[in-house]
């Protein structure tokens, strides 16, 4: 059965930095196109970045510059690296798989940014 599990998040103090994880298992790593989402409170979720055809990054523009995506085929794992935070970064962070036989989301890692 496929499986989604983010890792990583907490609380950050403003400018500080987190990675999250997106531990992927029973999906065909190799071929899926993969994403992280974010919700904050109040908020629809929207795009924060995504890898697509294993090599094209796509990021959201409040974020460029600032997170990068990358992911480890050996580990099948997804990654986030989010730099700078502000506490408009503030949000539930979801990972999302996509295959040709369909697409999975993980339940969600929470991110705080707060002094």
């Known amino acids: 059965q496929a499986q989604v599990v983010e890792s990583g998040g907490g609380l950050a103090q403003p400018g500080g930095s987190l990675r999250l994880s997106c531990a992927v298992s029973?999906?065909?790593?190799?071929?899926?196109?993969m994403a992280w989402y974010r919700q904050a409170p109040g908020k629809e979720r929207e795009l924060v970045a995504s890898?697509?055809?294993?090599?094209?990054?796509n990021y959201g523009d409040s974020v460029k510059g600032r997170f990068t995506i990358s992911r480890d085929g050996t580990k099948n794992t997804i990654y986030l690296q989010m730099n700078s935070l502000n506490t408009e970064d503030t949000a539930v962070y979801y990972c999302?798989?996509?295959?040709?036989?369909?697409?999975?989301w993980g339940q969600g890692t929470q991110v705080t940014v707060s002094s």
């Open positions: 029973g999906l065909k790593f190799s071929v899926a196109n």
């Open positions: 999302k798989i996509t295959t040709p036989y369909g697409t999975k």
């Open positions: 890898i697509t055809n294993g090599v094209r990054r």
